[in-house]
């Protein structure tokens, strides 16, 4: 069965600093991934996701992360974070017809 | 197009009852799915839907069930309560098959009390 890991539970940043969120899986071949975000009492919304087409991949606000096969990892990137950012970050891979998260990474966000 | 829905948005029950979960998928999505989601297991994927056949299931006891019907809509049951059961539930939509993108509702807050 496949695994995500996120290293770090929570990330705190200067508004404006960059933000890196780190994510890596199990598995031996190209998976689908996923980064989706959930701000407080609500769903998860996807950020953006990882098909094999490019190994860069721009999502929403901003947001970007970039497949590295290497290191088995898809680590989520913003230049400068925004206030609005604040929020818990999930990395996800695709098993089928299953998603297998990770634990999540909570990102502060300080003025 | 409108977003997957769930009702309710909150429920609170006391142990021993049962509870059923509404989900309504994106227009045109034939693959729903449920995840639970609480702080000390994260989320964990329940089970998923396609043309009303259950085609995967998580590692969860047979107190959980679900079922699809022919709109796709589909709803999840939990029968006799336990505290444990305290989570948000989640529902996903997808055009299809592995790969897909996955849509996620608001959820339901299930507290049992």
């Known amino acids: 069965a496949q695994s995500v890991t996120q290293l770090g539970s929570h990330v705190s940043v200067s508004e404006g600093a960059l933000v890196l969120l780190r994510c890596n899986y199990s598995s031996s071949v190209p998976p689908y991934l996923f980064w989706y975000v959930q701000y407080p009492n609500q769903g998860l919304q996807l950020l953006l996701k990882?098909?094999?087409?490019?190994?860069l991949v721009k999502g929403i606000n901003g947001f970007e992360a970039e497949f590295k096969k290497s290191e088995t990892s898809f680590h989520l990137t913003k230049p400068s974070a925004h206030m609005s950012d604040a929020a818990e970050y999930f990395c996800a891979v695709s098993e089928g017809r299953e998603l297998i998260f990770g634990t999540g990474t909570r990102l502060q966000v300080f003025p | 197009k409108a977003g997957v829905t769930q009702t309710p948005r909150y429920l609170i029950k006391t142990r021993g009852q049962q509870v059923t979960l509404s989900c309504s998928p994106i227009?045109?999505?034939?693959?729903v799915s449920w995840y639970q989601q609480t702080p000390g297991q994260g989320l964990q994927f329940l089970f998923e839907y396609f043309s009303e056949t259950q085609r995967n299931k998580g590692n969860f006891p047979g107190r959980f069930s679900g079922r699809q019907f022919s709109n796709s809509r589909s709803e999840m049951n939990v029968s006799t309560l336990e505290l444990g059961d305290s989570a948000l539930y989640l529902c996903a939509s997808s055009l299809e098959d592995g790969g897909e993108t996955q849509y996620f509702g608001p959820g339901t807050r299930l507290l049992v009390l």
């Open positions: 227009s045109g999505h034939r693959s």
């Open positions: 990882y098909t094999s087409a490019a190994t």
